[in-house]
């Protein structure tokens, strides 16, 4: 009898086609996002299950599905993710880190670009019917090219952020992270480590990319945006919550910092109201991985996991690789 895995939304049909090859699969073809109670039935009799960042494992979950092997997300981030509750269980968890790694990076460097240039805030205004002459302070932003900017979150993801900056646009880079970077990882794009209170007075752009937990809780709220120039800006591609949204809503609106790009939001896909009426800030549906090939590329590797995990193979990407071989 094949194992029974729960795909938990929807997905590229070729990936669904290879999970039914192996297992019996039960999907989600209307994309309903289940509530808990309704997870934790569908998880039921489930050796495994193919996730996103919208379905939350936690110990109630898994305690309600001891018959549960492994939990493959769909993402790098597994903020959805009770690790230790996984861990103490023996459950493998794995993410989707590298195939993500430029496509991420891509869109960070670009979101902060259209913030710095005003692109969304311009176009509305086209959009609006208002453009009827040339003026010479219209949409004026900040340059990139030259600029400081600052990183908070120097992995894989904010180094590609960092290269783009150094390398394409002439950028000083400075940044701060849990750890700091080898020389070897530093020279390259001359990034220079400094503490969180100097990015946050040096950065003319500051990008935060670090993963969301409760030490990283509104790791960015009033007290941090008052140290910004008032001329900066700030885009966060990580997690909502990193950034207190009502504090940046404020400092938007009475221009303490320049202007924002935001891909993720503080309890998404609700987005603070008062971010939807400032106009200094470029906002985006969590779309920074988006692209076909890099979607697919996640899917593969989730599924790649699943197939490993439940197949006796080696599971290319797990977080708590301890479990494996323990149950
Ligand atoms: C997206 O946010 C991811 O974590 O992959």
């Not at 919208?54 to 597994?78: H, K, T, W």
Request: proline share 6%.
């Amino acid at each position: 009898m094949k194992p029974k895995v729960l795909v938990a939304r929807s997905v590229f049909p070729a990936t669904l086609e290879r999970l039914r090859a192996q297992f019996d699969v039960e999907d989600n073809p209307d994309d309903i996002i289940y509530s808990k109670p309704q997870l934790i039935e569908r998880l039921h009799g489930k050796a495994g299950a193919f996730t996103t960042g919208s379905e939350r494992i936690d110990a109630e979950v898994l305690d309600a599905n001891p018959q549960l092997r492994v939990v493959a997300n769909m993402a790098v981030g597994y903020n959805n993710f009770d690790i230790p509750a996984f861990t103490v269980r023996g459950v493998l968890a794995t993410n989707t880190p590298d195939v993500l790694t430029e496509t991420t990076a891509d869109f960070g460097f670009a979101l902060m670009m259209a913030t710095a240039r005003r692109m969304a805030e311009s176009e509305h205004f086209l959009r609006r019917g208002e453009w009827t002459r040339w003026a010479y302070d219209m949409f004026t932003g900040s340059d990139v090219h030259g600029a400081t900017l600052g990183i908070l979150g120097m992995g894989r993801i904010g180094q590609g952020i960092a290269r783009r900056g150094a390398l394409g646009f002439g950028m000083n880079v400075i940044y701060h992270n849990r750890s700091r970077l080898s020389a070897e990882q530093e020279a390259p794009i001359g990034a220079r480590y400094v503490d969180k209170a100097t990015l946050l007075r040096e950065a003319d752009h500051l990008v935060l990319v670090l993963p969301y937990s409760p030490q990283s809780h509104h790791v960015i709220g009033a007290a941090e945006l008052a140290q910004m120039k008032p001329t900066a800006t700030l885009t966060n591609i990580a997690r909502g919550g990193i950034v207190d949204d009502a504090a940046l809503a404020a400092a938007l609106r009475e221009r303490r910092i320049a202007a924002a790009g935001l891909d993720v939001f503080e309890g998404e896909p609700s987005v603070h109201p008062d971010l939807l009426t400032v106009p200094n800030v470029v906002l985006t549906p969590h779309i920074a991985s988006a692209t076909v090939a890099t979607r697919r590329a996640m899917a593969e590797l989730a599924a790649d996991n699943l197939v490993a995990a439940l197949t006796g193979g080696t599971p290319p990407t797990p977080i708590n690789p301890e479990v494996i071989g323990r149950r």
